[in-house]
């Protein structure tokens, strides 16, 4: 005679029925791979507002111990300088929000800007992977603090300096939109420590199509994007690697 099974206790169930699932979740999205949302065109046009991109978390860990780096032309998702600025929670507190940028010097590069463009170590960086676009749309910054400076002081937290030597542990990262209110990235708030890295952003994965064209109002820039920028063309698959733009590794430097 088959004996009944004995009742999970009220401790299994709490495991099984809530426990589990979020011990799971937290283990994979901390530990494994997570997704990051996209929000603004700082990264425009290799990004655009509302995408969704995965980041392979165990990248991260393995770099903190000591295991390989990230690479020029990367792309990061990571947390700016308190001093930056916070955001609000319903009032109940303040926080950082993510932002997501592309890894222009390692620690130990030297870096400059003149007139938009991108030098390390003093080699130019052919920017075309998206200087290209802005040039089309009329708005490619060439004249403000930011383009003329790789650090424009702002809030008393970095100097003004046309160039600068990124210190140990620490990463320099830029937007892709070149206008002149386009990213706010490490010429406004400096270099950005290993331990603030989330990870790097390998893939996007959302929406499933996209329009091919992106059309970016420069007049109306600073109100909502979805009012500046506009969607056109034929729809296509939109899954795609991020990978390094060819420049990062035409570049001559260590």
């Not at 088959?2 to 011990?23: D, G, M, N």
């Not at 403000?144 to 003004?160: F, K, R």
């Not at 420590?193 to 990870?199: E, F, L, N, Q, V």
Request: charged share 20%.
């Amino acid at each position: 005679m088959t004996q009944p099974k004995a009742k999970p206790s009220f401790l299994q169930r709490l495991w099984r029925e809530l426990l589990e699932p979020i011990v799971f979740a937290v283990v994979i999205t901390q530990f494994i791979a997570t997704l990051v949302g996209v929000d603004g065109v700082s990264m425009m046009p290799n990004l655009r507002h509302h995408e969704r991109v995965l980041v392979p978390k165990y990248e991260t860990w393995l770099h903190k111990a000591g295991i390989g780096d990230f690479s020029r032309g990367d792309i990061l998702v990571f947390k700016p300088p308190a001093e930056a600025g916070t955001r609000s929670f319903l009032g109940l507190w303040n926080f950082r929000p993510f932002l997501i940028k592309r890894l222009i010097a390692l620690p130990g590069d030297t870096v400059r800007i003149e007139n938009g463009v991108v030098f390390v170590n003093g080699e130019r960086l052919n920017g075309s992977f998206t200087t290209d676009y802005w040039q089309q749309q009329g708005c490619w910054d060439t004249e403000s603090e930011i383009a003329v400076n790789v650090q424009s002081g702002v809030q008393g937290i970095v100097e003004t300096q046309q160039e600068f030597t990124v210190p140990q542990g620490h990463y320099f990262l830029m937007g892709d939109n070149r206008t002149a209110t386009g990213s706010e990235d490490s010429r406004l708030f400096g270099p950005v420590p290993m331990r603030d890295i989330a990870g790097r952003a390998a893939m996007v994965v959302w929406p499933i199509m996209r329009q091919e064209n992106a059309s970016y109002n420069c007049d109306l820039a600073g109100a909502s994007p979805d009012r500046y920028v506009t969607y056109s063309g034929e729809s296509k698959l939109n899954w795609r690697l991020l990978s390094r733009p060819p420049a990062f590794r035409e570049l001559n430097v260590r």
